[in-house]
Each structure stands twice: as structure tokens, then as C-alpha cells.
């Protein structure tokens, strides 16, 4: 490798943890409206039922974009299970930390788990290389959709990392054709990546998982900008 191509990767990371901070500048900001903009919730609770059922009291889940806490990491929590929620924006921790005390929250970008970084830049080495296979279940909210494609595929193989075999993992997402596309949500500009349904679900086999459910959920989004949107809602399982 030259000196020029070590140069452009070093400017790209630079320029790739640039943006991520912005963003979570952004939903410091906005974060305390965001329940106010998306009150229908179902899907995501189906999900959270979904896991529930599945895994015995105790379980160690990981939420990713866990947010405020609400509802994901309340309902698990309720229901018996110790969630590990990960987030890139203080404003949501200070919000999550007062929902849902019982959970254990790391402010972290999802980008570095299971990397070295998670110990050296993020004080988390439990979410580090050392935690593989260290949990029964994942979920990522639309957390997902503040990442190019090229790094959703890279983050869902370090979430498999993370995960015991068969474990397993519930996702949703806007059904959408995008790659890091701005768009305006609550006075911000953010940038948005989506899947069409079957590109979806390919990408999560790529990834290491087993699709065992995809369902859709026409939304309106109040209160902003944003256009009509179908949300997915996958049910997954890691391959062994």
C-alpha cells in the first residue's frame, strides 16, 4: 500500500467520524421530539414480544440505536431480559438512563463493535472482540438508516460477531432505494440509507442471519417533512 492510499483511508475515517458526530449533534438536538414523530410504535413492540417469547429471563440482549430507551429497551427490560443499549448521541443516553435505569447503556458508535476500538476509544471492552458469542439476542430500530450501506452490511456482521449461534435478531427499517441520502427530519439534515425488501433480506443473509420474517407497515411520520413510508420488520436468526 502507498503512502497516498494510507493518506486517503486516514482522510476517509477522519471524514466518516466527522459526519457520525454531526449526527449525533443532531439527535442531541432533536432527540427529545422524536417519540412525537413517530407515536406508532406496534411493529416495534411485536418484535419486542417476539423476543419475549423466545429467550428466558436473564437473557443478555444488545440494542442498537437504542435511543431514549423507549419502548425497546423498556419492554425487554420489563419483561426480564438485561439489555446492553448502545448510542452515539448523549441527549438520548441522559434520556434512556432516566427510562430505563436497569439497562446497561454505552454511548458508542455501532460502527466499532466488536472491534478493539469499543475498549480504546469507547471504555466498553464488554462490547469488544472478547464478547463474541456473548448474546442471546440484537435489535436495531432504524438505527441502521444513519449508515451507508456499505457499513449497514459491515455493522450487521459484527452484531453476528456479538451474537450466540442461533441467536437471534429483530430489525426495522424503512423500505426505501437509498444510500446516505439527505433528507430534512425536525430542522436537521440528515443522511438516510434504505433497502427495497428483497435487497434487504439478501443482505442479511450475506450477512450471517436467516430471515424468518418480513413483514410490512405502511407509516405517515407526523409532524415533519418526511413522506408516507413502509417500515419493515424483520425476524431474524444467526446461521450457525
Known amino acids: 500500500m502507498t503512502t497516498g492510499q494510507i493518506s486517503d483511508q486516514a482522510r476517509a475515517r477522519h471524514r466518516r467520524r466527522s459526519e457520525r458526530a454531526l449526527q449525533a449533534v443532531a439527535f442531541d438536538a432533536i432527540g427529545h421530539r422524536y417519540a412525537e414523530v413517530f407515536p406508532d410504535r406496534?411493529?416495534?413492540?411485536?418484535?419486542?414480544?417476539?423476543l419475549l417469547s423466545e429467550l428466558p429471563p436473564g437473557a443478555r440482549v444488545l440494542d442498537v440505536g437504542c435511543g431514549t430507551g423507549d419502548p425497546t429497551a423498556r419492554q425487554l427490560v420489563a419483561g426480564g431480559l438485561r439489555v446492553t443499549g448502545v448510542d452515539?448521541?448523549?441527549?438520548m443516553l441522559a434520556q434512556a438512563r432516566q427510562v430505563v435505569?436497569?439497562?446497561?447503556?454505552?454511548?458508542?458508535?455501532?460502527y466499532d463493535l466488536?472491534?478493539?476500538?469499543?475498549?480504546?476509544?469507547?471504555d466498553a471492552p464488554s462490547l469488544g472482540?472478547?464478547?463474541?458469542?456473548?448474546?442471546?439476542?440484537?435489535?436495531?430500530?432504524?438505527?441502521?438508516?444513519?449508515l451507508p450501506r456499505a457499513e449497514i452490511g459491515v455493522v450487521l456482521h459484527r452484531m453476528r460477531t456479538l451474537l450466540e449461534p442461533g441467536?437471534?435478531?429483530?430489525?426495522?427499517?424503512?423500505?426505501?432505494?437509498?444510500?446516505a441520502a439527505p433528507l430534512p427530519f425536525l430542522g436537521r439534515e440528515l443522511r438516510i440509507s434504505g433497502y427495497l425488501r428483497e435487497e434487504l433480506v439478501r443482505t442479511l443473509?450475506?450477512?450471517?442471519?436467516?430471515v424468518e420474517s418480513c413483514t410490512g407497515h405502511p407509516y405517515a411520520p407526523a409532524s415533519t417533512a418526511l413522506p408516507p413510508e413502509e417500515q419493515l420488520f424483520l425476524r431474524c436468526r444467526r446461521t450457525t
Open 88 to 91: 452515539l448521541s448523549d441527549g
Open 101 to 110: 435505569p436497569g439497562a446497561e447503556l454505552h454511548r458508542m458508535d455501532m
Open 167 to 179: 441467536g437471534l435478531l429483530a430489525l426495522g427499517l424503512a423500505e426505501a432505494d437509498l444510500d
Open 42 to 50: 406496534a411493529g416495534q413492540l411485536a418484535c419486542g414480544d417476539w
Open 129 to 146: 472482540p472478547g464478547a463474541a458469542g456473548s448474546f442471546a439476542a440484537a435489535t436495531a430500530f432504524f438505527s441502521l438508516a444513519l
Open 114 to 122: 466488536a472491534t478493539e476500538r469499543a475498549a480504546t476509544v469507547w
Open 205 to 210: 443473509v450475506g450477512a450471517g442471519f436467516t
